[in-house]
């Protein structure tokens, strides 16, 4: 399909993610993945009663100035007598007939007593079974992002291990024919934008390949490869004009369907991609600021799918703290912002629009999104921003 809409652009990516797989992982690098399974509660937590403070387990409430005898140990009915506190740390399971702890500072020791100086409550200082999660009850759902305190709850439970979505597998190919060159006309920086990109999304990068210069055998060589090792090839540049070679020609020499050949956006109107079996090649823009958004919008969503996430990015509105004239060109225009609170949710429209410069990317942590009716951006104007 020729130059098609970006939501077409994004649904076509999106038919083409094979389902995520899953892999076991330790519970310490689980941080930021995506649970692949139900886990349910097989018993309480805590499990037992438990005292919540340092003190002493009593099974009779006593007023102020009361006394207890300290037991060194319980009795063979594991029970407390009426006039006995067993001294507990805080987490140690109490006696059944323990009515409340008692905290170290709210009474004296005296020889082998104790004496109460403020009246405890019934129950007080006692963690009840199921008080923090009960029995039956689910503890982590298939697609839950794993934060710190769920795997904490998992380790709770007793797991050392938690089964989470694979990572996307991704593949980087520059194709501008003069980064090759023994002496670079171009310098590639955009497979460090990628690469790190693809990590921030978490992905995993594959291999890094400089493909401007290699002939049509040995890219197919390079894509037969790939499509082993990995499960997206996202490639920049020569998405315009075929410097080196005629890349449709290749593309069906290979085997390849393309999905898509220009899209409605800019930066990045040149963007394209193909399917070789079940490879996802993705062509993005050499302009580096055009190629993080072509990242943003079209690889995004794929290395999201294939981790059991929404491939949607967060979306909001925002004030524009900026004038930004412009005119439209009849397509959807991204450009990067910087969003911040000030009383309420502001955006920076950030130097270095240029889909050439690197300057914008920076510091910005969302695009602009601007409608392509959109004449011209005025400061104080409320628009849609995507967070990235
Ligand atoms: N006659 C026309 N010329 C151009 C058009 C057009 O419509 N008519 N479109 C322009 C637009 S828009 C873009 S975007 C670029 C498309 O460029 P390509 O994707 O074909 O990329 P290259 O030609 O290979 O490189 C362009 C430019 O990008 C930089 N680049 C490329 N690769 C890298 C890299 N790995 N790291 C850093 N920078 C890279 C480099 O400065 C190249 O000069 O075409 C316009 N031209
Ligand atoms: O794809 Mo180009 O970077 O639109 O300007």
Known sequence: MLNISLKEARELICKNVRAGEPEKISLYKALGRIAFRDVYAEKDL???????QDGFAVAEIKKEGGFYQIASQLGST????KDEALPVETGQKVPENALAVIPREDVDIEGGFIKVKKEPQRNNFLKMPGE??????????KGDLLNPGRISLLAAYGYKEVEVYKKPRAGIITLNPYISSPSPAVIDSNSYLLAALV???????????HAGNKSPAELMDLISNLKIEADIVIATGATFGGKNRDLASFIKDTGGKILFSGVKMQPGGHNGAVIFDDLLFLSLSGNPAACAVGFHLLASPFLRLYQGKSPHLTRIKARVDDDFPFSARGSYRFLRGHFYFAGEVRVRILPGQKPGMIRSLLDYNCLLEIS???????????VDVILV
């Open 132 to 141: 923090d999660f009960k029995k039956g009850e689910r503890l982590i759902k």
């Open 372 to 382: 392509p009716e959109t004449e011209t951006i005025r400061a104080g104007m409320e």
């Open 199 to 209: 990590e921030k999304e978490g992905g995993e990068v594959v291999r890094i390949e």
């Open 46 to 52: 805590p499990s037992i009663r438990q005292a919540a």
């Open 78 to 81: 594991g029970a407390l007598a």
